[in-house]
């Protein structure tokens, strides 16, 4: 279970988060939704101990982030916005420290790992320098580390960034069973159609405030919108994309 | 202006934009999750840097006023700055001439590869020239106002002492880009280990045969060697020049500065010619070489079996194997070790128990002190520190982390060091025993010195961004203090310690409780400190 309460946090004079109050429950994946800016990194890097909070509280499978960070952790699988790793290692050896990390027993994390590598299509790769992978392999590894020590809450900050169409298909699928063996899921994402998709529940937030929730279609028939990138752009205010790009046309044209 | 760099076939557009641009990188350290302020991340660096450097220069400015021979004196402080930026390159410059960042950015780009290699050059030179100048000002200021006040005589210091930055940096950068020519990106880190220990060996060693030149008399009535010493010693020719301005050259001695001036010369043409003509497509062939697979067997070594110590036991492998930056680094510092284990085997000690004259310092001691410090400083950063959001997802403890680090280093290359030294010791000891326990005194008191870096500054493994400003002064401030305080304890341990073997006991106790109690406050400090 994830859960914050009145969570607030400023950057300097800038605030970021203004009392956020959210709460998702063990077997449901919720999307968390917003413009650049909104405060989902904020919301995301507090609940994985990034940083901390400037006042309220966050729970991450009932252990507050600030007073138990250590126990809240062993429960927490985090996948990042940008796949940031030691490359001089390999696949293996990536997934052999976060396994350290986890104080994984050696003798299980071994097997464990290399299915995972497996299912994720690395199984020929994982001896290879992560300096050589591609985004998207990257990104599995990612999913891997964060998966190998059985979570029972994920956070997933775009984790379909980079990966191709079948990787995205898998990945979509896994989510939905973890969901159903009773994990519970964060999932942001800017791809609104795969939030559509994945995400039994939805929280927009914009200048760090909620501004909408619930099941997808009923937040694009509460707007009155078709579709959930309709009412997107009409609860956070953004002028109509087509006109937009009609501006940037004329302005290089004119310079 | 722009017809020089016509002639040297840079593009004078790109070359100012990208070396500016780079500059400002280097001073806009990238922030760590400490959220400190680039700016003051910055000035202290630049600090630290400027006093680090500025003091050895005093203590080249003082030998310029206690000898008269102004050559002699010109000599030895450029011999000191070979040292410093003989030390700054190796360890931490060297690699920018093979790091393949940049080449994503300029690669698909219109740029020439002698405008990359003049922009790396650049790079290189910048920071190598802003050293020279915090250490270069005291000496000097030192030429213009001792034994008579003679601008000249300044004015030539400035240009010896800025012509040999620039030809020292060159020769090295050179090296560097020769490497990557002739070794081929296949073979590039085999080599570079050979290469970074030869380099090292030539220069320390070359530094030590000067030294031998130049230091057989009392600092102040020493004169400069008869032909044809000067002309084994390349900051000779340099210094030639200050003799040149105050009239007292020899014919040898302008021939040696037109020679100095040759090198600088053939230097730039090596570098516009061949080097620079497919230096452009090496780096590239070194950005996407297909990596080797690596064997399936554990690499972490046996020693850390799990937890956190495994952890950074595997990055540090990985990274000792496959980061140039930190092989260069830690590479960078046998040459220095051998260089101070020759120096002593010169001068040792026949027993340790038994107190030397003063003043003469047991310099393989100092070596064992400075060790772990030199070294775990090449683990604190790397090009992935970004990747250490690892440490903050997931439970470990980050006090274990800081710790193991430590550990690691001791484990895998202090106690391997301490072996040689323990072999050299009871080489030259009558009791063995005698060379065993003063060895592993200083072991312990090695650690507990690391321990006390660590404790001022706690770094977990690879988290920090490459610090271009400040790195090399943190290693010639922490070489400094421990020079000073370890010519002392040095010179304590046979006076106070070694006078009977309880004593010797008590002081062994006295080291592991001090050990266990700052392993307590490392591990607290690091809890206390939020993420």
Known sequence: MIRTEELSHHYGVKTALHGLNLRVEPGEVLGLLGPNGAGKSTTVKILTGLIRPTSGRALVAGFDVVAQPLEAKQRLGYVPEQPALYETLTATEFLEVVSALHHLDPATAAPRRDELLELLGLGEA?????????????????????????????????????????????????????????????????????VERVCTRIVIIDKGRPIA??????????????????????????????????????????? | MTGLFTFLGVDYGQWKAVSKTAVRADFRVPLTQSGESYSLRTVRGLLMTALVHGAIGLAGAFIVFFNRDAVLTGTIVLMYLTFVLGTAVLMQ??????????????????????????????????????????MALPPILAFTLAHGVSLARGVAAAAAIYSWAT???????????????????????????????????????GLMLASRTLGREALTEATMPAEPWPWLIPPAWYAGYIGIATGQASGAAWARAA????????????????????????????????????????????MFRGGEARAVALLVFAHFRHDLRVRMGVLGILPLLLFYIVLG???????????GPAGRPDVIALAVLLFPALLTQQFASSESYKASWIYTVTPADRAQLVIALKNIAIAYFLLPFLL????????????????????????????????????????????????????????????????????????????????????????AGGLVALTWVLNRLIAWRVRATPN
């Not at chain 1, 020590?149 to 169409?165: C, F, K, M, N, Y």
């Not at chain 1, 028939?221 to 009609?246: H, P, Q």
């Not at chain 2, 085997?345 to 107190?355: G, I, K, L, S, T």
């Open chain 2, 93 to 134: 410059h060297g690699a920018t001439m093979l790091s393949a960042v940049d080449y994503l950015i300029l690669g698909p780009r219109p740029v020439s590869s002698r405008t990359f290699l003049a922009i790396r050059l650049t790079n290189i030179l910048f920071h190598a020239l802003l050293l020279t100048t915090f």
């Open chain 1, 126 to 194: 994982r001896h290879q320098r992560l300096n050589a992978f591609s985004k998207g392999m990257k990104q599995k590894v990612v999913l891997a580390a964060a998966l190998i020590h059985r979570p029972d809450v994920l956070i997933l900050d775009e984790p379909l960034d980079g990966l191709d169409a079948n990787s995205a298909r898998v990945v979509k699928g896994l989510l939905r069973s973890l969901a159903a063996q009773g994990r519970t899921i964060l999932f942001c994402s800017h791809i609104l159609e795969v």
């Open chain 2, 259 to 302: 020679l100095s001036l040759a090198v600088i010369g053939a230097l730039v043409a090596l570098l516009r010619g061949r080097l620079g003509m497919d230096y452009f497509m090496r780096v590239g062939e070194l950005s996407a070489a297909a990596q080797p697979v690596a064997p399936a067997r554990s690499s972490g070594g046996w």
């Open chain 2, 420 to 507: 040689l030294v323990a072999a050299i010791y009871a080489w030259h000891s009558p009791h063995l025993s005698h060379a065993l326990a003063h060895t592993a005194i200083l072991g312990m008191v090695s650690h507990l010195a690391l321990q006390g870096a660590v404790l001022l500054n706690p770094q977990l493994p690879f988290a920090r961004p490459t610090e271009k400003m400040s790195s090399s002064a943190v290693l010639l401030a922490w070489m400094m203090f421990v020079i000073i305080g370890g010519q002392a304890l040095i010179w304590l341990l046979p006076r106070t310690v070694y006078v009977s073997w309880l004593k010797v006991a008590a002081a």
């Open chain 2, 167 to 205: 030809a020292l940096t060159l020769v090295l950068a050179a090296s560097y880009g020769g490497l990557l020519r002739f070794a081929g990106v296949a073979r590039i880190e085999r080599v570079l280990a050979y290469m970074q220990l030869v380099v090292g060996l030539l220069m320390y060693g």
């Open chain 2, 345 to 355: 085997r010169d001068n040792p000690e026949a027993d340790p128990f038994v107190a």
């Open chain 1, 213 to 255: 929730e619930g099941a997808p279609g009923d937040i694009a028939a509460s707007t009155g919108s078709a579709t959930l990138d309709e009412a997107f752009a009409r609860l956070t205010g953004v002028r109509d994309a087509d006109e937009i790009g009609g501006d940037i046309l004329r302005a290089l044209e004119r310079s």
